[in-house]
């Protein structure tokens, strides 16, 4: 949903151009809080067993 509040705020002729680069954008913003979220809930479990 993130896309098309950006894709409102921005010219037409750029949202065209650079849809597919807010896609990727967004998916690597995705990969790295998941591997921050794995990473803390890693330390987290770690904690909480030993």
């Not at 949903?1 to 950006?6: E, G, H, I, N, Y």
């Not at 065209?16 to 803390?40: A, G, P, R, W």
């Amino acid at each position: 949903m993130q896309v098309f509040s950006w894709k409102k705020s921005s010219k037409k002729n750029i949202i065209i151009t650079s849809f597919e680069d807010v896609m990727v954008h967004q998916q690597n913003l995705y990969l790295k809080y998941l591997y921050l979220f794995q990473s803390l809930l890693l330390k987290n479990i770690h904690l909480l067993l030993f």
